[in-house]
């Protein structure tokens, strides 16, 4: 290699791990082993890419996975240098990760907050086949492109360019026509919530939650003091006669009809519309969270049930972190005509807090094509990483796992014998490193069993699936039973 460049780099195109990966992982140790020290200036993408014989394309999306987690810094036309700024801190910092927290101070529900994937981590796309490279180019692209105007106070609705572009995605992906003035940009699924449940209910009013339903809704529901009611799921969705039966006059339903979570299961047609008839019989509010549509592998996808609402009863929700990656902390709302001046009035109050400079860049992002093709290389890619774990899971485990059938999404559950604990098992398998999650953690009221909840998109290999798999069997086989 370069004479003045103290790391050697290798790349084995043998290996299962791409080599994009493998320049990343060799950068991330030299610099973390303090090998390479801040202000290091690492070779040129060209320079780098025909020493080791590999496109230029290949080192930029290592460099960018690593200019975006902290470890280097472009500096324009002078280079790419190792930070300055984090790696000050590298001192105090152990070279080998340390240990996991506990389990017992852990909240299961919730997954192990890591800067990298951890295994099984539930609500992460494969974060090493995102297009880091092209990602970064948009991202420059839009700085360089920025004038005095944009630098003043955006709008607190989110920019209408990425509003006009994530209304034409919808018409195209989901079936329903809406304006850009109905879609409202939020800095995540917490805060979308949070915008619906202060703009249209008030502390007591009932809402209907899927049983079991994500742990983030139940606890965000209950701190706005609603009245969590508690609705059995089936083979069909949420059990709409079981609802009515409980609490005929709730203002609010919360669902997820495209892929039920975290059963799988899609609600069937004759409840959706059986659900729209209860919402405009009882004038009350439908959010559809549709969370992971996008990742239907068998049939097309489902419509969303915001397309068939002709009443404008259905609020529906949207998120770019499953599709593209979390730490954009973008979601988005789409609103009836008729509540556009409500929310509009209440996000003056509220203002979009996600980052011009990424609202611009998803918004070309997808005008460019980008974001299309991107989901079209996962619908691909996740089915084979899927495949990988459940075949690992059943010739490991198939005599105390059960894997539910599901059509989509980016997670799988796994029925665990009833002489088995979920619950322990985390406890055991967080201690080791793996987050996995409990069904019991997701349910209110309703016992559904045992289940554990695996998340497979970041998996590399059949052999990588086996390997983690292997480690959870270890703990199931030695655990002991309750």
């Not at 951890?118 to 360089?144: C, E, K, S």
């Not at 995605?169 to 809406?178: A, D, E, I, T, V």
């Not at 008839?277 to 549509?293: G, L, M, R, V």
């Not at 009833?418 to 953690?441: E, F, P």
Request: charge should be neutral; aromatic fraction near 8%.
């Amino acid at each position: 290699m370069m004479m003045s460049f103290p790391v050697q780099l290798q790349v084995d195109r043998q290996q299962s791990e791409p080599v994009f990966r493998q320049i990343y992982l060799r950068f991330k140790e030299a610099i973390t082993q303090r090998i390479l020290l801040p202000d290091t200036r690492v070779p040129s993408v060209r320079a780098l890419a025909s020493e080791l014989g590999v496109a230029r394309g290949t080192v930029e999306n290592a460099y960018a996975q690593l200019v975006a987690e902290g470890y280097l810094q472009s500096r324009g036309q002078s280079g790419t240098y190792v930070s300055d700024q984090l790696l000050r801190g590298l001192a105090s910092i152990p070279a080998e990760p340390s240990k996991p927290r506990q389990a017992a101070q852990i909240n299961h529900a919730f997954a192990l907050e890591t800067e990298s994937p951890q295994p099984f981590q539930l609500g992460l796309p494969a974060l090493d086949a995102f297009p880091y490279g092209l990602w970064a180019r948009i991202i420059n692209q839009q700085t360089r492109a920025a004038t005095r105007a944009s630098l003043g106070h955006p709008p607190a609705t989110g920019l209408l360019v990425l509003r006009e572009a994530i209304a034409s995605y919808l018409q195209l992906s989901r079936g329903f026509h809406c304006l850009p003035e109905q879609v409202f940009i939020c800095p995540g699924y917490q805060a979308l919530l949070d915008l619906v449940i202060s703009t249209l209910l008030h502390p007591g009013d009932a809402v209907w939650l899927e049983d079991p339903g994500y742990p983030v809704t139940q606890q965000l529901c209950r701190e706005a003091q609603l009245r969590n009611e508690p609705i059995p799921v089936d083979g069909e969705g949420i059990n709409l006669g079981a609802a009515i039966d409980k609490v005929p006059d709730a203002r609010a339903v919360i669902v997820t009809p495209a892929h039920q979570s975290p059963t799988g299961v899609a609600l069937s047609l004759p409840r959706r519309l059986a659900l729209l008839e209860w919402a405009a019989e009882q004038q009350s509010w439908i959010i559809e969270d549709d969370y992971d549509s996008e990742f239907r592998y068998q049939g097309r996808p489902l419509p969303s049930l915001k397309s068939l609402d002709r009443q404008g009863r259905v609020l529906y929700a949207g998120t770019f972190s499953k599709v593209m990656f979390p730490a954009l902390r973008i979601a988005y709302l789409v609103v009836p005509k008729e509540l556009v001046d409500r929310f509009t009035q209440r996000c003056r109050l509220r203002a979009c807090t996600v980052p011009p400079l990424i609202q611009s860049s998803v918004a070309e992002f997808i005008r460019q094509g980008h974001f299309y093709r991107h989901l079209k290389r996962m619908r691909h890619v996740y089915p084979e990483r899927r495949a990988w774990l459940v075949e690992a899971l059943e010739s490991q485990l198939g005599d105390v796992l059960q894997v539910e059938e599901q059509a989509g999404g980016i997670q799988l559950l796994a029925r665990l014998d009833k002489n088995y604990s979920d619950r322990l098992v985390v406890t055991l398998a967080h201690q080791q490193g793996l987050a996995i999650q409990a069904l019991s953690d997701w349910q209110i009221d309703i016992s559904e069993g045992n289940g554990l909840l695996l998340g497979f998109t970041n998996l590399q290999s059949a052999d990588d699936a086996k390997r983690q798999v292997s480690r959870l069997a270890s703990i199931i086989r030695f655990m002991g039973r309750e």
